[in-house]
């Protein structure tokens, strides 16, 4: 019971801060980017707390003042995702692959705070501290100056919790709020905290969303299949008084990883990015003028069948992922799966099936779309498969294996049915991007274990020897070709790039790689973007030029009429 009064006193702490409800009409104000947005880990753009300053994340971090035209970048901060203002509006915090940092907003050092990877959201708090989150876990918490993170706080088993993400904080840093997720349920089925840090009482305020946000007008924001919606709180109680109505209709959002590219300031004002900027892909053949498929949409990674004729891609159009298969030959499709973060689909080495991720774990499915999916493993973490083995008896898939990095394990096959699993590239580094050769003898793989630059390895499967390094000026997303003469890779510019290469034993001789054509190939982070036919052509997913500009859109006022 004293806990709980603990923790009335402080939300009517909120609640006397709250400010007054907007009279005046809501306004709408487009703002052009100049930018492309880096928004695959999370929130791309964030509103200083007077909601005078933009701060956006591409190439680099960027800031302009809302009523600017032009962003100024900050230099030093190559690589930065999911940016959030000081309290005072002075510093940007920021991640990088492997670290939480922050830089002044006029520009100068960038300052280290912690060692911290695989990010998903942080807020920085008026107390002095800066709480974040990461892929797996509770949220963490460190000095605004930097020191080791301590945990913050803890999941809930008996919600079945395996995340918390996208903290924000309240009350002084006294209360946080925050996305929490099951990995039985998807990010559509996820349900918002709030949390008295100094009592850690804590209670489900809201069910079936994602990415929540408190304005000060005393609403609860949230994302549910790429529209945002509010509903009125009561923070005396922390009881929603009413139901929800949908107040910004298109708003580009990711249930896979539960994060939404909306901003919002402590005067009440919100920005976000429209669903419709996410722009949409073409599959094409290299070097040739005849797409592959002559749709253009929102895909979101691509395999080709082991006969050539058929490609699976996922899509992912800013409210879902999906994943399909498409006769090219014929121009047919046929649709497998519609599920949270369904996604990054490999075909079985006899091309009968495919496997696919979601946001909890792996599926397989026939490829002609009969029959139901099956699980291929526990659906406790998150695990992307990556490579079949020629024999069919290993699927080698990446796994989050701590805060910091992924891992690549091998799961057994025995006909239809998942053995176990075993770790086959693992460290405190990030290791990904399996794949075999065809013989089967061999596997390349991914990994950021020499000065954090990701680069292609290459060595005898399954003996643990030294691995080969095949790209000296890095790389992403090996493939071996059907041949066995070459393998691809897609260089660290965007160009796919071919090593040609022979074995004897243990021992692999390859050449420097060379530049297999000027185009650069689109970049999905870590979904593979490209593949290569039995015949040597190789599709790839392009760019398709926008007729709009992106943008970002500032909504000052927000009111609360249905289906705005």
Avoid at 269 to 288: E, H, R
Wanted: glycine share 10%.
């Amino acid at each position: 019971m004293k806990k709980r009064i603990v923790f009335v006193a402080l939300l009517a702490t909120v609640s006397c801060q709250r400010a007054p409800v907007a009279t005046q009409p809501e306004r709408r104000v487009d703002v052009p980017l100049d930018i492309v947005l880096n928004s695959d880990y999370g929130p791309a753009l964030a509103l200083s707390p007077d909601g005078s300053m933009l701060a956006l994340a591409g190439p680099q971090l960027y800031v302009r003042g809302t009523n600017e035209q032009k962003s100024k970048p900050l230099p030093g901060t190559e690589g930065a995702r999911s940016p959030f203002f000081s309290p005072d509006g002075h510093w940007l915090a920021f991640f990088t692959d492997k670290q939480l940092k922050k830089v002044p907003v006029a520009g100068g050092d960038v300052v280290t705070l912690c060692d911290e990877g695989t990010s998903r959201g942080g807020v920085w708090s008026a107390d002095g501290t800066i709480v974040f989150a990461t892929i797996h876990g509770g949220l963490w918490r460190v000095p605004e100056a930097g020191g080791k993170p301590v945990t913050l706080t803890t999941l809930d088993l008996d919600e079945r919790e395996t995340t918390q993400r996208w903290p924000q904080s309240l009350a002084n840093g006294k209360i946080v709020l925050f996305t929490a997720h099951s990995a039985t349920e998807g990010f559509e089925d996820a349900h918002a905290v709030l949390q008295d840090l100094s009592s850690g009482w804590r209670r489900v305020v809201h069910r079936g969303g994602y990415h929540y946000r408190y304005l000060p007008d005393g609403r609860l924001v949230f994302i549910s299949y790429g529209v945002l919606q509010a509903v009125p709180v009561d923070l005396k109680r922390f009881e929603t008084t009413g139901t929800a109505a949908p107040i910004i209709d298109s708003v580009l959002a990711f249930s896979h990883n539960g994060a939404a590219q909306i901003a919002t300031s402590s005067n009440g004002t919100l920005a976000y990015v429209p669903s419709g900027i996410l722009g949409k892909l073409a599959i094409n053949w290299l070097g040739k003028s005849k797409p592959l498929r002559p749709v253009q949409d929102y895909y979101y990674g691509l395999a080709l069948s082991p006969d050539g004729r058929h490609a699976a891609f996922g899509l992912n159009d800013g409210r879902r992922f999906s994943v399909s298969v498409y006769d090219w030959q014929t121009d047919e499709t046929k649709h497998l799966a519609d599920t949270t973060g369904a996604s990054t689909p490999i075909w079985s080495p006899d091309g009968k099936r495919v496997a696919y991720a979601t946001a909890n774990t792996v599926l397989w499915q026939r490829a002609d779309g009969t029959g139901v999916a099956q699980l291929l493993g526990p659906s406790d973490v998150v695990r992307v498969p990556e490579s079949w083995h020629p024999s069919g008896e290993y699927l080698a898939y990446r796994q989050y294996s701590s805060r910091y990095a992924n891992d690549i394990f091998i799961l057994e096959m025995k006909g239809e049915q998942p053995g176990k699993s075993t770790r086959l590239v693992g460290g405190p580094n990030d290791e990904l991007n399996a794949a075999f050769s065809p013989d089967g003898k061999w596997f390349a793989y991914v990994s950021n274990d020499t000065s954090g630059v990701y680069s292609v390895y290459v060595r005898p499967f399954p003996k643990e020897v030294i691995p080969f390094l095949i790209s000296p000026k890095g790389g992403t997303l090996p493939t071996w070709s059907k041949d066995g003469k070459t393998i691809l890779f897609r260089g660290l510019d965007g160009r796919i790039m071919e090593v040609s290469y022979e074995t004897a034993g243990n021992v692999i001789t390859y050449s420097l790689p060379h530049p297999l054509s000027e185009r650069i190939s689109v970049d999905l982070a870590r979904v593979r973007s490209y593949d290569q036919a039995p015949d040597g052509r190789v599709a790839l997913l392009e760019n398709v030029p926008q007729e709009n500009p992106s943008k970002a859109v500032l909504v000052y006022n927000l009111n609360s009429s249905p289906g705005r």
